[in-house]
């Protein structure tokens, strides 16, 4: 080769690689893809945005009837209480209903065959149980005790209705109580002794309205057990015959103005002596007891009075 011709190859070269691709522009490449060739537009389900306003339905809970299958989780409920059905009547506990329409253990206490019926805002009183032994019915507003309200009480030993407003007690109302031993009638109106029965060891009438007067005051003479007499604040101007076995006798603060020779002693027997009787209350009445003395000369210790 010719050294002219060796010279021009490689600047020949250099032209060649210096020469610039031509370029293309980038529209057009972009105007020239085949969509149709790679790109498949159905690749992903189209989402519906309307559904975001749609509320979600929370699951019904199921039915305690329902049956629960495979995995399902059963819904924490809570479970009401299993209803009382217990028949108070037919238990025997509570005793028969009071008027208000409920039983009477449940309207008072009943313990042992203690019946507790204290400031309960009572006009009347209420049936007891039958197997009842001692009833307390203390500051309330009963006002009468009737025949019937003690009825079929054949275990009943003891009364106390302190201070009620009771005026009225029919004459037959404590007679048929063949255990009654106490009867407590203290603070009331009771202006007329009612019948009691002979088994009574403890009688209180204190501050009532009691007269001489009044029926049945004899009928402590018969009480063979009578120990306990409580008759102060009344209006009684004599003092009843009194049987032999009684401990403690009250009338201060009545109208006593004499004492009879055979009220405490027996005027035909001179040795009599009544030696149970001890405690003899005749202060607060208009009586001079030392004008009377043989009538107490009977006595273990003299009556309490103005001398």
Not at 193 to 202: G, N, Q, V
Request: glycine residues 4%; aromatic residues 6%.
């Amino acid at each position: 080769m010719p050294p002219l011709v060796r010279r021009l190859i490689p600047l020949l070269l250099v032209v060649g690689c210096g020469s610039a691709a031509p370029t293309e522009d980038p529209e057009d490449v972009l105007l020239d893809l085949d969509i149709d060739e790679d790109l498949d537009l159905n690749l992903y389900e189209t989402f519906d945005y309307d559904d975001l306003d749609q509320e979600i339905d929370a699951p019904a809970p199921l039915s305690p009837e329902a049956p629960v299958t495979g995995d399902e989780e059963t819904p924490q409920t809570s479970t009401p209480p299993a209803p009382n059905n217990q028949d108070f009547k037919a238990l025997g506990l509570f005793g028969p209903d009071t008027g208000l329409g409920m039983p009477t253990c449940l309207l008072c206490v009943c313990l042992s065959g203690s019946v507790y019926c204290d400031d309960s805002n009572l006009e009347d009183i209420p049936p007891l149980p039958k197997d009842t032994t001692h009833f307390y019915g203390r500051f309330n507003k009963i006002e009468h005790i009737k025949n019937t309200t003690f009825t079929n009480l054949d275990k009943l030993q003891s009364i106390d209705l302190t201070g009620n407003y009771i005026s009225e007690i029919d004459v037959a109302a404590l007679r048929p109580l063949p255990q009654l031993q106490q009867l407590i009638l203290a603070d009331n109106d009771v202006k007329v002794m009612p019948d009691l029965p002979k088994t009574m060891r403890l009688i209180d009438l204190r501050n009532n309205k009691l007269k001489s007067s009044t029926e049945h005051l004899e009928v402590f003479k018969d009480m063979k057990d009578l120990e306990y007499l409580y008759l102060s604040d009344n209006e009684l101007d004599y003092i009843p015959p009194l049987p032999l076995s009684l401990r403690v006798l009250h009338l201060q603060n009545n109208n006593i103005q004499s004492l009879h020779m055979d009220t405490f002693c027996n005027s035909r027997d001179p040795t009599f002596i009544r030696r149970k009787l001890e405690d003899i209350r005749l202060d607060g009445n208009p009586l001079n007891t030392h004008l009377f003395a043989p009538a107490y000369s009977c006595l273990p210790r003299l009556p309490v009075g103005t001398y």
